[in-house]
């Protein structure tokens, strides 16, 4: 890259190859021209997260990297390099580099920022990379959400409070926001509040307040600023003489950090001795000392300032100085102490002269020789915190010359007074107001002063005490009224007023007895109908009596369903109101059973101790819709009546089986019969069938293809003999769960709210939770309807449910408001806490509601105090899930305490906040509901089944005899095969659920127990005897194949194979086939084989099963006779290796029709090979041979195998004469193909003689 308008030369020149010489050279200047900075703008999203997208626009083609900054201020952060690839064109396209917020990352944008974005482009494709620092793109600045308009102390010092902007949020599309302070959380507010105060700093103390913007459980903004609270701290004190008590005026002081001992401040005591000192730091917590300058000793109490105790009257502290007293006269005699009883206290008066020289007197008045108070220039004082009884009191008074002569005191002498018991209140009056409640009143005159006056009410039969209210005394009239709402209707009560004295006595001034008045249906309600509403449910019409709503003496109504839950509706609910006289009320009720019923109606009030329900009114309807039961129960169809002479089976099918059904029948067991099961789904035409053997009496139907199953059986006798059929259905179970809150749109909980789908109905616990548990419904969507209570409105919602066993989590935003919890700006309280035990989860559910979000965090404790079981923040789930840990684990009691983290790290429990639940029974661990031992002597093996109708367990274990066999998971078939007991002994079998907890594993309490005869060996199955073909050809060979299949259940160990009453062999498993060598030819077998189980060291046999054959004929031997000399023959023949014991061989001259060769050869090899050479040439010859068996005695021949052969001649000599003209003798030579001759016949022969 190059500057705009740089002029560069360029020269080339042409140089000769190897010498050098230049042929030519040329010059060329070019001006640059620079394309410019890339483009850089910014776009908003305000989205979850909030994000700027910043678009980067090149206009170079040759810069293909680009380095893209944020710079906020004078920082600057590298958002990434990014590489470019060209278009089409050969250029770059424009690029968007997206910058999100993320909580926790330091180097995040946040609210309030000003950024300005720089694209830096980056030439690649040189030698090195080349930044063009001079051309970099910029964006115009850009302003961030800013959304904290405020974060600063209040005018008071009482606290920090945010305030954010709700219109720029709200238009933004947040709704929640968590305010932080120094990264611990606040709180979790609406945006809409627009404002949060926190009282729970340290004064003095910089802090960082964070409101992080939460949308959809995801950090999505946020802004943050710093504040402080001025130093608080301040210590009042009396600085007085540590001999003689006597106040130091104008003397200072240092106050010191006790721990290092360095000055906090100085101060001086006043004209009375007063210290004060204020705007003091102490952080969390500091221990501070006072000291002289000249650092004499100053003694006092302990002095901490602490976050909640940072303002200290130390009351009298001592100075370790010696003062000479000077005696005076007529500075206090005539000591009187009087008792005023008026104003419940004792008066002590003196008489003074007073100083001199008019300065200041101080008076010290001691009680029981107690200093207790030090007054100047009075003569009187009026004792308000002395106990009753007798009292010693004495004065001590002085004053300090003004001319500096010294300090004159003179004392009295002790003077005793009596404080007697306050006068009783004669007119203390509880009477029955026209309201139907207690008025409780009594005069106490202004000036007899007492701290307060307790107003109890004890139930006379209970002995239960409740305080009705504590009032302040009064001084501005003597006369006392209050009301009294929450007593019990009817109960006899003993109302007492007792004063709290100033020094903290109680004394009970009056009493008197009187009986609650009593609340009636009739006193609240004048009239009531039902009748059907629109749809499901009926329509409750109500009409109160004039008057009655604005009485105190009830709070609402209640229904009583048909099922026993009782509904509240608060009596000024507006919703529920049809007039505009506010008397005339209507009343949903979703949850009826059938098309005619009765609902109860009562009359409630809240009260001291308990909840009241007055009589209840039945309220009868007609007409309604009736909802439709959960399962349709199908028609039993027209069953066969066969012969009437044969016992019907008893049968039986579950339907309260998960995904299961177990189908059961009773039968006599001597009979033998096979048993026909067949089953069809409710409502189909074609049925399928089992045949059972005779000793099964239960089939497990594991997975059905409806959930509703129809059974028909019968007992097969054979030869068409059947009983009469007999029938029934069983149900799988789905058992799906819907569970969820249903909160308004402040999400806060909502008690008592009816959330229903298909005729299902439940109410909202007190922590706004609802659970729809045990429906059967099938696949499909469906709408879940809610109903505050009283409403007949139903506002709907969709569901999409499968036909999978399963918890649905579904929560609901209901449109009303039914003002069960209050909102408050002070610390939160556990409004309302409900329990569950799950029986699918095997545990107790903790849930909780809250009426605010100012809080840190709950905790959760279990059993007692000291046994925390959770810490959950604010933001999570209310929610405490308790496992089962043993199979007899009885109740569980849960605290829900909240708690605020203040800045000094300490948790602040509210424990008047808190809520206990008592007595949460765990849901019981139980083993398998129905269960069935099947002795299958088909397999030789004990078949057990099961199925459960409820808990979500991990498995079972099996016991036989109490001894641990085998585990089952829950996720496999429920099905296990005892493969290894005894024949014919009685074993009593347990199945256990068990689920697993950690490294833990706890099993039912109590098993499912069945009895079984463990039965023989299993029989042995697809037995066969087939012939045996010689290898490689389709020929029989003298043996049978017996073969066979294993049970597929059966534990064996090997078979023994007779034929007939002979045992001819042994088997191991798991081999299937013996072959028999040793059967009498063409004779019909029967073949009888019996399996075997060792066990304990005894061989147990089947009974055994059958296969025929007929043993084939012997087979003949190969036969292949060759002549390979003219005086030899080759005899060759082969036979399998088995089956046969020995081979006849036979040479016959047919033409001399004699039998030259006949020799019996015993059966040793597969191949045999023999030479026949004394065979006469030109003469025909037969070779034959036959196989041979001895069986039980006799000879058993093969038929016989032969071939024919023509003996060769001998082959002629060739000879040759050796003779020359005129010799007397000729040489003969001869040459003969073979030496198998005896010799020569030589004939010589003249010619023509």
């Avoid at 968590?178 to 700093?201: K, Q, V």
């Avoid at 006899?492 to 109680?506: F, I, K, Q, S």
């Avoid at 065979?1175 to 025909?1180: E, P």
Wanted: hydrophobic share 35%; charged share 20%.
């Amino acid at each position: 890259p190059a500057t705009d308008g740089m002029v560069r030369n360029y020269e080339l020149t042409v140089y000769e190859s190897g010498s050098g010489r230049v042929l030519s050279s040329g010059q060329d200047a070019v001006t640059f021209t620079h394309p410019g900075a890339p483009g850089v703008a910014v776009a908003e999203h305000t989205e979850t997260p909030y994000r700027l997208d910043v678009t980067v626009t090149p206009v170079s083609n040759k810069a293909d990297r680009y380095q893209v900054h944020r710079k906020t201020g004078d920082e600057s952060l590298l958002l990434g390099t990014y590489d470019l690839t060209t278009n089409e064109a050969g250029g770059y396209d424009p690029f968007v580099v997206a910058d999100a917020y993320a909580y926790g990352n330091s180097t995040s944008m946040v609210g309030g920022d000003a950024v300005v974005y720089t694209a830096m482009p980056v030439y690649t494709a040189m030698e090195r990379a080349q930044s063009d620092t001079e051309n970099q793109g910029q964006s115009a600045s850009f302003a961030t959400l800013d959304f904290l308009t405020s974060v600063a102390p209040n005018a008071d010092q009482s606290g920090i409070t945010f305030t954010w902007d709700v219109t720029a949020l709200t238009h933004a599309g947040y709704d929640t926001l968590r305010l932080e302070r120094d990264g611990e959380t606040l709180t979790y507010i609406p945006t809409d509040a627009g404002s949060f105060t926190d009282t729970l700093m340290l004064f003095g103390t910089a802090y960082t307040y964070s409101a992080v913007m939460v949308e959809n459980g995801v950090d999505s903004w946020e802004q943050s600023a710093t504040a402080q609270l001025a130093p608080n701290g301040a210590i009042q004190a009396t600085l007085i003489s540590a001999a003689g008590d006597f106040v130091l005026p104008h003397q200072t002081l240092v106050l010191t950090d006790a721990a290092d001992g360095s000055t906090v401040v100085s101060a001086t005591t006043d004209a009375q001795g007063q210290l004060q000192t204020s705007g003091l730091y102490y952080g969390v917590s500091q221990q501070f000392a006072w000291q002289s300058e000249s650092q004499a000793l100053v003694t006092h109490e302990d002095l901490v300032l602490t976050r909640q105790d940072w303002n200290v009257d130390l009351g009298y502290i001592t100075y370790d100085t010696t003062l000479v007293a000077l005696e005076a006269d007529s500075l206090a005699d005539s000591l009187a102490v009087t008792h005023v009883a008026a104003e419940n206290a004792l008066q002590l008066g003196w008489y003074s002269v007073g100083s001199t020289g008019g300065e200041p007197v101080f008076t010290n008045v001691y009680r029981n020789d107690t200093l207790i108070a030090i007054v100047v220039d009075q003569t009187k004082y009026t004792d308000q915190y002395a106990t009753l009884g007798t009292h010693t009191y004495r004065l001590q008074s002085y004053y300090y010359a003004a001319d500096g002569s010294g300090l004159y005191v003179q004392s009295t002498e002790d003077e005793d007074g009596n404080l007697p018991s306050l006068s009783p209140i004669n007119d203390f009056l509880v009477a029955t107001t026209t309201d139907g409640i207690m008025e409780v009143s009594w005069t106490y005159p202004t000036s007899a002063l007492v701290g307060a006056f307790e107003i109890t009410r004890t139930n006379q039969g209970t002995g239960e005490t409740h305080t009705v209210t504590t009032v302040s005394h009064q001084t501005g009239t003597a006369a006392y009224y209050l009301l009294d709402s929450l007593g019990y209707p009817g109960a006899d009560y003993t109302y007492g007023v007792t004063a709290h004295t100033l020094p903290g006595e109680l004394s009970e001034l009056a009493t008197d007895d009187e009986t609650y008045p009593t609340v009636a249906f009739a006193d609240a309600v004048a009239s009531t109908t039902a009748h059907a509403a629109s749809g499901d449910g009926i329509d409750v019409e109500i009409s109160l009596v004039s008057g009655a709503k604005a009485l105190p003496s009830w709070d609402g109504l209640v229904l009583i369903g048909e099922a026993g839950e009782i509904i509240p509706l608060e009596k000024f609910g507006a919703e529920y109101i049809t007039d505009a006289s506010g008397n005339e009320l209507e009343w949903f009720y979703p949850a009826i059973s059938s098309s005619a019923g009765s609902v109860e109606l009562a009359v409630y009030k809240h009260t001291d101790e308990g909840l009241f329900i007055s009589d209840r009114n039945p309220i009868n309807y007609t007409g309604a819709t009736a909802p439709n039961p959960s399962t349709t129960i199908p028609t039993e169809p027209t069953l066969a009546s066969n012969d009437a002479t044969l016992q019907k089976p008893v049968l039986s099918a579950s339907k309260d089986a998960r995904g299961k059904i177990m189908v059961q029948w009773t039968y006599p067991e001597y009979t033998e019969v096979t048993f026909q099961l067949s089953y069809r789904e409710m409502g189909t035409s074609t049925w399928t069938t089992e045949t059972l053997p005779n000793e099964q009496r239960a089939w497990l139907h594991e997975n059905p293809t409806a959930a509703t199953m129809e059974y028909i059986l019968i007992a097969d006798y054979g030869n068409g003999e059947l009983s009469s059929e007999v029938w029934d259905y069983g149900v799988a179970r789905t058992y799906q769960h819907i569970a969820g809150y249903v909160r308004d749109a402040e999400r806060l909980p909502q008690a008592n709210v009816w959330v229903g789908i298909e005729d299902h109905w439940t109410l909202t616990d007190s922590a706004g939770f609802y659970r729809l548990v045990d429906l059967e419904l099938a696949a499909g969507t469906y709408a879940v309807d809610y109903i505050v209570p009283g409403l007949s409105e139903t506002p709907l919602r969709q569901i999409t449910l499968t036909d999978q066993q399963q918890v649905y989590s579904y929560d609901l935003e209901a449109e009303f408001t039914n003002r069960i919890t209050l909102e408050s700006n002070q610390v939160a309280e556990v409004f309302a806490v409900a329990g569950f035990a799950d029986p699918v989860h095997l545990t107790n559910e903790v849930r909780w509601s809250m009426n605010n979000t100012v809080y840190t965090g709950v905790k959760v404790y279990q059993n007692t105090r000291e046994n925390e079981v959770a810490d959950l923040r604010n933001g999570a789930t209310l929610l405490y899930t308790d496992s089962l840990t043993s199979n007899n684990a009885g109740s569980g009691l849960y605290y829900v305490v909240p708690y605020l983290k203040n800045a000094m790290g300490e948790l602040e429990f509210h424990e008047a906040g808190a809520q206990v639940l008592e007595s949460l029974d765990y849901p019981v661990l139980t083993a398998p509901d129905h269960a069935d031992a099947f002795s299958n002597e088909e397999d030789g093996t004990v078949v057990l089944t099961w199925a459960h109708a409820r808990n979500n367990v991990d498995g079972y274990q099996i016991y036989r005899n109490d001894y641990l066999l085998g585990e089952v998971s829950a996720d496999s078939s429920s099905l296990f095969i005892d493969e290894v007991g005894l024949p014919q002994q009685v074993y009593r079998y347990s199945i256990y659920s068990y689920i697993e907890r950690g490294n833990d594993v706890i099993t039912s309490l109590n098993p499912i127990t069945l009895d079984a005869v463990y039965p023989a060996p299993g029989n042995l199955t697809a037995a066969a005897v087939n012939s045996v073909l010689v290898e490689g050809t389709a020929l029989d060979e003298n043996a049978l194949s017996i073969t066979w299949d294993y049970p597929a259940q059966a534990s064996l160990d090997g078979v023994v194979i007779y034929r007939g009453l002979d045992s001819i062999g042994t088997v191991a498993y798991p081999a299937t086939e013996f072959i028999d060598y040793e059967g009498l030819p063409e004779t019909y077998s029967v073949y009888t084989l019996r399996s075997y189980d060792e066990r304990d060291g005894k061989a147990y046999y089947a009974s055994g099963i059958e296969a025929t054959g007929v043993f084939p004929q012997l087979q003949m031997p190969t036969l292949a006779v060759t002549h390979p000399q003219f005086d030899t023959v080759t005899i060759d023949w082969t036979y399998p290796q088995q089956g046969v014991e020995f081979f006849d061989l036979f040479v016959i001259n047919d033409t001399q029709a004699d039998t030259v060769v006949n020799t019996r050869l015993n059966h040793t090899a597969e191949a045999y090979a023999d030479l026949f050479g004394e065979g006469v040439s030109g003469h025909d010859y037969t070779v034959a041979v036959r196989a041979g068996a001895e069986r039980n005695g006799a000879t058993y021949y093969s038929e016989v195998v032969s071939q024919s052969k023509l003996h060769e001649f001998l082959p002629a000599p060739q000879m040759d004469i050796a003779c020359e003209a005129g010799d007397q003798e000729a040489t003969l030579t001869w040459t003969m193909e073979t030496e198998r001759m005896e010799g020569w016949y030589l004939t010589v022969k003249l010619d023509g003689v």
